[in-house]
């Protein structure tokens, strides 16, 4: 922990005695303490805002944990149009989102040439916004095309920086490796890019949340998104239990003092396992909260896991409860870009 704290490079085997020590609540409050003064030191208190559209929850890959996995034939399927995108844009920007997340399922109808189009149309109309993309695993010249189009972020979560953990939660078509070559070459880009992983899926372990945390230091990323895991009742992992919202707090925390400029989000899973979720993200360490920009008849089709919230306070509509409940511990919503300090 001392090591951490001083900034020194770590070893697996050191990352293991401090994923060890997280039920002690020195440990944690030590950490916890850490990740906030650096937190205010590069971000003050200011939380940055995403806004998400979720345009397709088609996909072609069926990894074991999620709800729009391919072979869920209950999943009632969308996509969103151009027009339909380009609407929840501009209600964000009126909303006051300078950051854009275009999140989908890998999804063929959208070619590179219609992702392209969609890319260049939202930064002509909103050239100080940032564009984000979270389309998943692409080739390089895909993620060149995109770049040259005017997209600004990627995020893609590796998941499990474990082999063979990888392989507990995605079929054999899918390999950790290539998932590694596309952060890398997403970084060779310049992209921002965002890693991450779930916390609490199944066959984790201290040494594979080892494993992810010296991947990160090996990365470092821009962003990294956590979240617990959560079951989706149509999917391999129905009766697994959840991740728990302490241990992603703990986490946040370490992820904050390993990358101290990191974009870190208090993410929808948090959100939805604890209705403070957010908030005690935030004060674990997260600045960035990515509320719903989607259409309302889709929202609730973009299914990852059970009991996603998508309405009330989490939606994008409600602005002002997001104001008051950020102000409430301390922080401040605000209507800019948001990139990372370098
Ligand atoms: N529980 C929590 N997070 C999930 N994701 C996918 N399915 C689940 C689930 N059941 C996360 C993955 C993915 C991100 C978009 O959502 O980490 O990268
Ligand atoms: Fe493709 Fe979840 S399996 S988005």
């Known amino acids: ?16 005695e401090i994923l060890k020590q997280q039920d002690d609540p020195d440990i944690r409050e030590l950490l916890k303490e850490e990740a906030i003064r650096l937190r205010k030191h590069y971000y003050g208190t200011k939380v940055f805002t995403r806004g998400l559209i979720e345009f397709t929850n088609h996909c072609k890959n069926d990894c074991y944990y999620c709800g729009i996995r391919r072979s869920n034939k209950n999943a009632k399927r969308f996509r969103l149009s151009q027009e339909d995108i380009l609407a929840c844009c501009e209600n964000g920007y009126e909303l006051g989102f300078r950051t854009f997340v275009l999140q989908g399922g890998e999804d063929v109808w959208y070619t590179d040439a219609k992702l392209v189009e969609i890319i260049r149309r939202i930064k002509t109309l909103y050239p100080e916004c940032a564009v984000t993309l979270s389309v998943g695993e692409k080739s390089y010249e895909s993620y060149k095309a995109y770049k040259e189009a005017g997209a600004d972020r990627y995020l893609l979560r590796h998941e499990t920086a474990d082999e063979q953990h990888y392989g507990v939660l995605h079929p054999a078509e899918m390999s950790l490796a290539n998932r590694k070559q596309c952060l890398y070459d997403l970084k060779k880009l310049g992209y921002q890019v965002g890693a991450g992983f779930m916390v609490g899926s199944p066959g984790q372990s201290v040494e594979t949340l080892a494993e992810d945390l010296l991947f990160l230091q090996e990365l470092q990323p821009q962003m990294v998104g956590i979240g ?18 302490e241990k992603t707090l703990f986490l946040l925390s370490v992820i904050r ?7 870190l989000p208090a993410t929808t899973a948090l959100g939805t396992m604890d209705p403070q979720g ?10 960035v909260v990515m509320p719903n920009l989607s259409p309302l008849k889709t929202r609730k089709q973009y299914d990852l896991y059970d009991n ?5 306070e989490e939606a994008a509509e ?8 950020i102000e409430s511990v301390g922080y401040q919503l605000v209507n800019e870009r948001g990139d990372a300090v370098l």
Not at 229 to 234: G, L, S, V, Y
Not at 257 to 263: A, C, D, G, N
């Open 1 to 16: 922990v001392d090591k951490l704290i001083q900034r020194q490079k770590l070893t697996k085997e050191e990352f293991i």
């Open 228 to 245: 617990p895991f959560i079951p989706h009742h149509d999917t391999c992992f129905a009766e697994k239990s959840a991740g728990s919202v």
């Open 257 to 263: 003092i390993l990358l101290p400029t990191v974009l």
């Open 278 to 287: 957010r908030e005690k993200g935030l004060l674990a360490g997260a600045n």
């Open 308 to 312: 996603k919230i998508c309405t009330g």
């Open 318 to 325: 409600c602005r002002e409860c997001l104001d008051k409940r």
